[in-house]
């Protein structure tokens, strides 16, 4: 039986990828946790993920941000991706990006809740999304990319399995 | 008052792994209630995490109460996001720690929780509640929010009741409540 909040896989670059993959996630358990640790080697660069290879517009995406001086509200709509960005822009800091993938194996549309946090000494800020994806597969895959560049040495991704009783 | 949930035993066997993080009982919701509790909750644990998927109905929202206290025994502070403005709301003297998802429950797209209560085992204290509850429908509506939870009692907390403010839970909702160890 699977413990209630185990890691399934971890990817640790040992040299820049364009890419991070999970792929044949088990679906025994009931939500998901990504838990990532990024460099990217582009300023501008989003930070991009999908499920299951969908390559449609069948992702939205609700955030609300606060970048040190002011909070905004902001949304996509009919979108190829689920989309994490800084909210200014330096390579050489990392950030930490989350989501919760809710009931990812049953067979409604998948809820996501995601985190993006990132401080670099006098700018930075915190964003915090929900996401939906039109989807009622259940998910066994997620692509973690990058808009522009590539994921830098050191990026690390964790996928874990949380269950309930 | 319609008790849906499914207990699992509190031994670390019971998560199959153990350790700091362990299930305690989850629920699904019926179709024919629009109530969930969760009561006899153990009091071995530092703090409660529950993770909640909620499916209603008709287009409510969702209150929750602690050891079946209504009155005016809570307050709550949000601040939220809708896609173009944030907002800051409180309000005190509360039934419950209420509105969660502001008339935005669907049949079809899951409205989801992430609650923390510390310290739920104190007998001197008052219990404050952590959640980051959202729903996103595409091009309908969308809204994500941090709420902070105050129960003005200094009781144990030991049940925990979530209300669809219309129409009932459906099946496809799913809540646990796990219990986080100290050292």
Redesign the interface.
Same mark, same amino acid.
Not at chain 2, 21 to 26: G, L, N, P, R
Not at chain 2, 79 to 86: A, E, F, R, Y
């Given at each position: 039986m699977p413990a209630t909040y185990e890691p399934i896989a971890t990817t640790t670059l040992g040299s820049a990828a364009s890419e991070i993959n999970f792929t044949s996630i088990p679906g025994t358990y009931t939500d998901l946790r990504l838990v990532v640790f990024i460099f990217d080697t582009s300023s501008t660069a989003q930070d991009l993920y999908r499920f299951n290879g969908d390559t449609a517009n069948n992702y939205s995406e609700t955030w609300i941000s606060g970048n040190g001086s002011a909070a905004a509200s902001s949304r996509t709509t009919n979108f190829p991706y689920f989309k994490l960005t800084r909210v200014s822009n330096l390579s050489s800091t990392p950030m930490l990006h989350t989501y919760d993938i809710f009931s990812y194996a049953g067979s409604t549309n998948k809820t996501v809740l995601g985190t993006s946090s990132d401080d670099q000494n006098g700018s930075g800020g915190v964003v915090r999304s929900v996401g939906l994806w039109r989807n009622t597969a259940a998910i066994t895959s997620i692509k973690i990319y990058a808009s522009a560049g590539t994921f830098s040495t050191g990026t690390t991704a964790t996928l874990y399995g949380i269950l309930k009783a | 008052m319609l008790q849906n949930f #499914?207990?699992?035993t509190f031994s670390q066997g %019971?998560?199959? *792994? $153990? $350790?700091a993080?362990?299930?305690? %009982?989850?629920a699904t919701g019926t179709g024919s209630s629009a109530t969930i509790t969760f009561s006899s909750i153990p009091s071995t644990y530092q703090s409660l995490h529950i &993770?909640g998927?909620f499916?209603a109905t008709s287009a409510g929202s969702v209150d929750i109460t602690l050891n079946g206290v209504t009155g005016t025994s809570y307050a709550r502070h949000i +601040?939220? $996001?809708? $896609?173009?403005?944030?907002a800051a709301s409180g309000a005190a003297s509360l039934a419950g720690i209420t509105d969660l998802f502001q008339s935005g429950m669907s049949s #079809? !797209?899951?409205?989801?929780a +992430?609650i923390d209560i510390h310290d739920y085992t104190s007998t001197t204290r008052n219990k404050t509640v952590r959640v980051?509850n959202? !729903?996103?429908? !595409?091009?309908t509506d *969308? &809204?994500?929010a941090?709420l902070s939870g105050l129960f003005m009692n200094t009781n144990a907390v030991s049940s925990i009741t979530f209300t669809s403010t219309s129409g009932n839970f459906t099946t !496809?909702t799913?809540v646990? +409540?796990?219990g986080i160890k100290g050292a």
């Open positions: - | #499914t207990l699992g %019971a998560s199959g *792994g $153990g $350790g993080f362990e299930s305690i %009982a989850s &993770r998927a499916f +601040l939220s $996001g809708n $896609g173009s403005t944030v #079809t !797209n899951a409205c989801v +992430l980051i959202a !729903n996103d429908y !595409n091009n *969308g &809204r994500i941090l !496809n799913q646990a +409540l796990y």
